[in-house]
């Protein structure tokens, strides 16, 4: 059971106090005849249906009223986004297989979690908006009749015999008092009326979305953590190998020349000082050779300059060893001690980065190169451009699969634009 957005998630202006306080309450005053329509049906039907069961006649009543569950939920998925501010989530029932006989199709909601859900909710949302109702009418109520006193004090009765709530209070019996209070009454019920009618819509939408989208949707972050999760196991282990390959092509191939360097100096140590110092000089520049290499991997490991002085430094000393020239778009809050990343995420756009620069060196034969790297609110935008001849696409065992690999680790996505004859951009949207 998976969750599926219905509408798209766009951003939209937060409507005014007025303008979400007739939204909050139509969703209370209309839910209530829901609520009670919905009660109605589904008690009786479930009734009829559990008390049939023994007998053929009562599991297709019963499938029919879990059925009859599914609409009223529906139409209370129609209704929460006006009031929640988010998009309509309707979760993926469960379906009869192609060519499935009448009773499997009979069976299909009785064995779906989802549709017992919407059964609660269809019956104990009364409950609930009863309660919101009765608030939310007594409180307009109170703001229209009690501000309006004025209006219509003249208009009511007052016996010699009654008592009004001014002389419960000591204020006396007079007009003036009257109104007086009444209207403040009126004003305090106007003030609080958008919070509490808020409240009771908030209370009846949560109630809802817990009950028809809640399983759904916690299904749905399982489902994401789990990829995240074999993402970042697949992003290490191509790392590691890597990283394995490279030790075993450079430094291990160096370190078993430097090996076999010394010990044919030491055999002509004797007999032939001058070729042993000779040797000896080789073997000194394979040390060096051998220190640039692992001084090199190390930084594909974690790069110093990226822990000591952040990405705009790092990204700096990167382009500084192109092959192609490279205009850099970075914000320079990154590199200050206020406005510097989390690690890990700092270390994913570095190697975004890096990934993509090998790329436009290695297969783009571009002339020109443009990386961007900006701040949205909590949102990181990596941006790597070229106009080279494109063609660039993410598959396995290639450079791009490594980094979307290590963005959706990250809880980013990652999207490629490269049409034969270029140019390409490849855009990383990381989280912060």
Known sequence: MTAVPVT????????????????DSGYVLLGFPLALASFIVLVVGLSLGVGLVVTVIGLPILSGVLHAARGFADIERLRLPGVLGQPRVRPTYRTADPGANTWRRIFVPIGDTQSWLDLAHGIFKLVVAVGTFVVTVSWWAGAIGGSLYWAYDWALPHGPDDTDLPELLGLGSSTAARVGLHTALGIFFLITLP???RGCALLQARFARAMLTGVAEMRDRIIVLEEQKRAAASAEAAALRRLERDIHDGPQQRLV????????????????????????DE?????????????ALSRGIAPPILVDRGLPSALAALAGRGLVPIELRIDPDLG??????????????YFVVAEALTNVAKHS?????????????RRLTVSVGDDGQGGAHVAKGHGLAGIADRIRAAGGELMVVSPAG????VRADLPL
């Open 365 to 377: 034969r571009a002339t020109e190169c443009q990386v961007s790297v900006l701040r949205s609110g």
């Open 195 to 197: 919070i509490v009618v």
């Open 422 to 425: 270029g140019p390409t951009e």
């Open 283 to 295: 073997a000194v520049t394979q040390t060096r050779d051998t220190l640039a290499e692992l001084r």
């Open 257 to 280: 020349r430097l090996a076999m360097d010394l010990s044919r100096a030491r055999q002509q140590l004797a007999s032939d000082p001058e070729a042993a110092g000779r040797t000896l």
């Open 8 to 23: 798209a998630d766009q951003p939209r202006l937060a409507p005014t106090v007025s303008r979400q306080l007739f939204l």
């Open 336 to 349: 200050t001690p206020e406005g510097r990343l989390d690690p890990a995420v700092e270390s994913t756009a």
